[in-house]
């Protein structure tokens, strides 16, 4: 679903682009951006902001809404991590997107946020009658390297009428999926909302997933544990945050962070081919006419390299990527690279591009 409204923003963006007046339409298309951000995050707006909202709404935003159909009162996103920076460009132009998070055997949702309080990065607050904990300990990704102030990093537990008792004719994967009580006497670092305390009435879920709960209760999802990636320096580093970071990179379409078992952060980055175009065009650089060879352009390279290094400035040293590949196919489920539902297929990624791989961390390791 979040790689729906990325290409729903990206189609924005290129028509922003289209005709003669092209340069100033992009102009105020990303100031109408800017305004549209500063009017979300802002707890009072104020009566400059509120004008340059308004003047934004008449320009820009109203025509937005209009091409999603004009009567859009609420989206929803699930599925998979929606990037801060489009959630809150989306709800700051008056187009609400909550987002939610839930599972098959939660039937399925465990915590979304409401509508009249949209916080754009979490997945919102657990449902009346669910119960959430988080699983601190080593195991379960609670050593992660980050800091956190009073938030609780772990693997996020569920227990609640609306969790299934088991998987079908699955008694071995039913046993590890499910714990009876995590508070247990060797001192799994366990928290709950309120400083709840399980009493071991009731089962909990392991969901599998790396997520941290605020002090207000609120959910971040960071990752799947097994998509967390350890380097061999010991550092554990969750890529979807940072894949997060580019989703709205008018120069990158799409990039898939590595690393497990190796040095340092890698990348495999999809350029935006039609955003680089305009920027060689603009540039009067020549490139070449096949993608395969524009990804080995060293001006290519250097462009792509521009934007990673500005965005590493956002995270700790380890988990800044270091170096990338650029491949020239847009990942998609018709090439089977991502699944129906838009998620990366991560392993087949990984064997596709195994070549790329080994060119990134070949002479450094």
Known sequence: MPR???????????????GTAGPLKKRMFNWALDVAKQYQMADDPGTVLELKHSLADTLVYSDVKESLGGNIEMMVSGGG?????????????????????????????????????????????PLVGVDVAIDQSEA????????????????????????????????????????????DEEGADVTAPGDLVANGSGM???????????PEGFLIFHDRLKQLLVLDTGKNVAPQ??????????????????????????????????????WAD????????????????????????????????LFEKHERI?????????????????TPSMKKKRRTILDVYDDEIQEIYSESE
Do not use: H
């Open 140 to 183: 379960a990704g609670g050593d992660i390297d980050r800091e956190y102030q009073e938030s609780a990093i772990g693997e996020l537990l569920v227990r609640g009428d609306n969790v299934t008792s088991g998987y079908w004719n699955k008694p071995g994967a039913t046993e590890r999926a499910f714990v009876a009580d995590p508070f």
């Open 204 to 214: 909990w879920f392991r969901t599998g997933d790396l997520v941290e709960q605020t």
């Open 282 to 313: 603009a540039s009067d650089i020549d490139l070449p006419d096949s993608r395969g060879e524009m990804v080995n352009d060293d001006r290519v390279i250097d462009w792509i390299s521009e934007t990673v290094a500005e965005t590493n400035q």
């Open 4 to 18: 729906v409204y990325e290409r729903i923003f990206d189609t924005m963006r290129e028509r922003a682009g289209e």
């Open 241 to 278: 945050p940072i894949e997060d970071e580019f989703a709205t990179n008018d120069r990158i379409e799409q990039i898939m962070v590595l690393g497990d078992g190796r040095k340092f952060v890698g990348a495999l980055i999809v350029p935006n081919f039609e955003r680089l175009s305009e």
């Open 322 to 338: 270091k170096k990338f590949a650029l491949v020239p196919e847009e990942w998609t489920s018709e090439n089977d690279l991502l």
């Open 81 to 125: 991590s929606l990037s801060e920076d489009l959630c809150r460009m989306f709800n700051g132009m008056g187009i609400k997107i909550v987002e939610g998070y839930g599972l098959t055997e939660t039937s399925p949702v465990v915590s979304v946020n409401s509508p009249d309080d949209i916080r754009p990065g979490t997945l919102g607050l």
